[in-house]
């Protein structure tokens, strides 16, 4: 594990892969846009950077010579002080199962490979927008919708004023819906917000995405009264 000394407002980034010239290229394209990086080749060494300086980013491939990705995902997402990090998947082009089971276990989203390194810095830079909006009554809004409670600023869920445990990307799109109950928005829509440009296979991640959430809001995930499907559209939140 090693860190640069360098910095984008201290937004740290964790990469993990046990490919170490993958690691290289990609630290190295990160610190060159000012993030303070660290590595690691292995899931226990990935696991002890978590904990120790908690990244806000972790870019995580699937296969790894110990514990693998999906292991170290289930760990981020049962721990409270890790919870809130985003984590953006490696996998191959093939593991479309991979891809299925990692992003309903709470990865953020996912990069196949090979990939454009600079693809990867493009994907942090706009997640860090979407972790740190601006100080604006958007941003600092607390939302309400039925038995549905958002608190932007604090990024913190409830529903029956019970704690909803949320990814990054569970909380973005939710809060989306949420400004605008009723209205429809478009698959394209709702990832340019979410995401902040579009990429390959959105509309089947992004259901993945609106599918966990039905899970964690809805009395009957099969026949949701919060996020409702919108047919040849996308999605809104309740009825019009």
């Known amino acids: 594990m090693e860190s640069n000394g360098m910095s984008a407002g201290n937004q740290r980034v964790l990469v993990v892969d046990d490919d170490k010239e993958i690691v290289r290229v990609v630290r190295s394209y990160l610190e060159q846009a000012g993030y303070e990086v660290f590595t690691a080749y292995d899931g226990g060494t990935a696991l002890h950077v978590l904990t120790r300086e908690r990244p806000e980013v972790v870019i995580l491939d699937l296969m790894l010579p110990d514990r693998d990705g999906l292991d170290i995902t289930r760990f981020v997402r049962s721990e409270p ?8 998947m490696l996998t191959a082009r093939v593991d479309d199962t991979d891809k299925v089971v990692g ?26 927008r ?15 919708y039925h038995q549905l409670m ?14 909803l445990e949320l990814t990054p990307t569970e909380f ?28 390959e296979s959105l509309e089947r991640t992004l259901d993945s995405h609106v599918r966990n959430l039905r899970k964690k809001i809805e009395p ?10 919108v047919y040849g559209v996308g999605y809104r939140l309740g009825d019009p």
Request: glycine share 4%.
């Open 81 to 88: 002080a890790l919870a809130q990090t985003y984590i953006l």
């Open 103 to 128: 992003l309903e276990i709470g990865a953020d989203d996912y990069i196949t490979k090979p990939f454009n390194p600079r693809e990867v810095v493009a994907r942090v830079r706009s997640v860090f």
């Open 130 to 144: 979407r972790l740190n909006p601006e100080e604006s009554a958007a941003a600092q809004a607390v939302l309400h």
């Open 150 to 163: 958002l608190d932007v600023a604090r990024h913190h869920a409830t529903i029956n004023g019970q704690t």
């Open 172 to 199: 973005n799109l939710l809060s989306t819906l949420m400004r605008k109950p009723g209205i429809p928005f478009t698959r394209s829509e709702l990832v340019q917000k979410r995401l902040g440009y579009d990429y």
């Open 220 to 229: 009957d995930p099969n026949h949701p009264m919060y996020i409702q499907t």
